[in-house]
């Protein structure tokens, strides 16, 4: 009997990095891969289901503009419920730390499915920072029975909350696998705005922001810290693909709209967006998975967030915190451009997240965990 597994997902980021999982399970016939997207996010989930040909079994179709984060959590543990009582899969797997992340571990748990979870154990413990992240990563943590954890540190902070031993595997993120199947020199973008950036001639700051928790004042502070800079600094460009969210293309349009060094655009396809990382000079960040995909493009990160849940590159010198308020977000982007001794220290392409081999790893864990495979993979031992 083959292994059935029901992959849930509904946003761009848990999409990107459950891409590549799915190809690994499709392509092994020890199992039957299934695919539910709840669509938390619609229009940016869609563009990574092209890009992967992922096509799903079910969808729920659940975005609303404006959709609380109660909202999200009810439709999903609802929705999600009904399928996994259709498909009685022997595993769910989720990823990382949404909404729909953590109401489908819910719906798994309420009918006894076994919760496998992608992406495990990344803590700031402060529970509202990320909001409402890491209570999300927290709580599907304890709701898990195998915790795929992409680095030793992750690994030891499950560890530390008495998480057995034996259901966590180190496996490496698998951003780093759709990341370099993603990247490629010489790429050629079909946006004529792309198109014309010159990165030798230009420095380009890439920046995107989005995090429920610099809604409202953090978010004035960073667009006004870029009005700034832009100001600042002649040579530089700034591109800024704007998150869907009604509320932040707004505010964005009503600051920013209007400079000729700052491009607005809506969120770019996952193909050109981290082309257009590889070729910039600074990437200006509140996200999480920028802030494992830039240091393994050896980009310099500057993160417009007080805490994070990944601070190994913050560790290795690639990363740095640097908040929410414009006069040290302006400060930190001046010293990286003037300053090319900083720039060098920051710009050192590693890669504490991954080979690239992580979906392989999570699929022989599998394999082992459901009998298939008398001894875990070598790279275990
Ligand atoms: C969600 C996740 C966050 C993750 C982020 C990735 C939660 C609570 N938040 O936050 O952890 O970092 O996704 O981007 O799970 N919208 C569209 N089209 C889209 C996507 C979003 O129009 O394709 C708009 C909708 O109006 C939607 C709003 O954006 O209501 C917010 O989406 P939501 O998923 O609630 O929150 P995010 O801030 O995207
Ligand atoms: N991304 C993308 N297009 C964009 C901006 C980001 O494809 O215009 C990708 C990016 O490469 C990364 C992921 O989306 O893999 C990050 O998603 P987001 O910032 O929305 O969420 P977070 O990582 O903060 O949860």
């Given at each position: 009997m083959k292994i059935k597994i029901l992959s849930v997902f509904g946003t761009r980021p848990e999409a990107i990095k459950m891409a590549p999982l799915v190809k690994t399970l499709d392509e092994h016939e020890g199992f039957e891969s299934r695919v539910a997207v709840t669509a938390q996010h619609r229009e940016m989930l869609d563009q990574v289901l092209e890009l992967f040909r992922i096509q799903p079994h079910h969808d729920l179709d659940i975005m609303h503009h404006g959709q609380t984060l109660s909202d999200i959590t009810c439709r999903v543990l609802q929705g999600i419920g009904e399928i996994i009582q259709g498909e009685r899969p022997h595993m769910v797997l989720v990823h990382g730390d949404t909404t729909t992340t953590f109401a489908a571990a819910l719906a798994s748990f309420y009918q006894k499915i076994p919760v496998g979870h992608v992406e495990a154990g990344l803590r700031t413990y402060d529970k509202y920072a990320p909001f409402p992240e890491e209570m999300n990563r927290q709580l599907t943590g304890s709701l898990g029975s195998l915790h795929f954890a992409p680095t030793e540190r992750a690994r030891e902070s499950l560890l530390d909350e008495s998480?057995?031993?034996?259901?966590?595997f180190v496996t490496g993120n698998t951003v780093i696998d759709a990341l370099l199947e993603t990247v490629r020199e010489n790429y050629v973008f079909s946006d004529p705005l792309l198109k014309e950036l010159d990165f030798e001639r230009e420095k380009v700051i890439l920046v995107t922001a989005h995090r429920r928790e610099n809604w409202g004042e953090p978010m004035e502070e960073i667009f006004s810290a870029l009005n700034e800079i832009v100001g600042k600094f002649e040579d530089i460009k700034i591109v800024f693909p704007v998150h869907k969210n009604p509320h932040l293309q707004r505010l964005a349009r009503e600051t920013l709209?209007?400079?000729?060094?700052v491009h607005l655009i809506d969120p770019l396809d996952y193909e050109p967006f981290v082309n257009l990382m590889a070729g910039s000079h600074i990437v200006l960040t509140d996200s999480g998975g920028l802030q494992e995909e830039a240091p393994a493009l050896g980009k310099p990160v500057l993160v417009m967030r007080e805490t994070t849940e990944r601070p190994e590159a913050v560790e290795e010198g690639t990363v740095k915190l640097v908040g929410a308020k414009r006069e040290k977000i302006v400060r930190e982007v001046g010293k990286l451009l003037t300053c090319p001794k900083d720039y060098e220290r920051m710009a050192n392409a590693l890669n504490p997240y991954g080979d690239g081999r992580a979906s392989l790893r999570i699929r022989d864990t599998l394999l082992y965990y459901f009998g298939r495979r008398r001894e875990m993979p070598e790279e275990f031992a």
């Open positions: 998480v057995h031993g034996d259901s966590i709209g209007g400079h000729p060094r």
